[in-house]
T-cell receptor, first 113, second 115 residues
Framework: DQQVKQNSPSLSVQEGRISILNCDYT??????FLWYKKYPAEGPTFLIS?????DKNEDGRFTVFLNKSAKHLSLHIVPSQPGDSAVYFC????????????FGKGTKLTVNP | DAGITQSPRHKVTETGTPVTLRCHQT?????MYWYRQDPGHGLRLIHY???????DKGEVSDGYSVSRSKTEDFLLTLESATSSQTSVYFC??????????????FGPGTRLTVT
């Protein structure tokens, strides 16, 4: 039973345009959501997060939107740059306790020059 | 970057042999985690630790054991390696700050091949 789903294995966009990566979750107990970026042969790096008490969080070119009623979140990258080409993982957790993360399978983003 | 190292970075071993992977942190963080990453599966939690000698199972713990005798070290042991344990293994840490959520920071990974 996959609790966090990234239904698009890959996404290709042109440099300068917007990249939108989507994530759905099924567990209504999740109250914290994160996005990680991963380059080949490296560990995942934390990108941005959002608490369930918010519906938007912004950090530079990266914005995460949360729609709790739809159990859906998205990551917007504007403008996209070739260096953004990586695999993006969505993750979810519940606050407190061990803070275990449940990851989606990832979306490979390619930004073409 | 968080001070997390993993050793070895690459290992090839034979089926049936024991293997131990080491994660070392210099951040004095309370929580440590072991994940495996496989194509089509994303990252899956194997075991985690919430303090010295305090560990618990994750989603895919069968065939793995862990130990944490010091805050800075978290060991993952494959008692008898199988080909299905060929994977990339990542260690992560978080500080578990009170009153909020703390992000996990990942090590560089260990690529394990079981032949």
């Amino acid at each position: 039973d996959q609790q966090v789903k990234q239904n698009s294995p890959s996404l290709s966009v042109q440099e300068g345009r917007i990249s939108i990566l989507n994530c759905d979750y099924t567990n209504s107990m999740f109250d914290y959501f994160l996005w990680y970026k991963k380059y080949p042969a490296e560990g995942p790096t934390f990108l941005i997060s959002i608490s369930s008490i918010k519906d938007k969080n912004e950090d530079g070119r990266f914005t995460v939107f949360l729609n709790k009623s739809a159990k859906h979140l998205s990551l917007h990258i504007v403008p996209s740059q070739p260096g953004d080409s990586a695999v993006y993982f969505c993750a979810a957790s519940t606050q407190g306790g061990s803070e275990k993360l449940v990851f989606g399978k990832g979306t490979k983003l390619t930004v073409n020059p | 970057d968080a001070g997390i190292t993993q050793s070895p970075r690459h290992k090839v071993t034979e089926t049936g042999t024991p293997v131990t992977l080491r994660c070392h942190q210099t951040e004095n963080h309370r929580y440590m985690y072991w994940y495996r990453q496989d194509p089509g599966h994303g990252l899956r939690l194997i075991h985690y630790s919430y303090g010295v000698k305090d560990t618990d199972k994750g989603e895919v713990s069968d065939g793995y054991s862990v130990s944490r005798s010091k805050t800075e070290d978290f060991l993952l042991t494959l008692e008898s390696a199988t080909s299905s344990q060929t994977s990339v293994y990542f260690c992560a840490i978080s500080d578990g700050r009170a009153g909020g959520f703390s992000e996990q920071y990942f090590g560089p990974g260990t690529r394990l091949t079981v032949t």
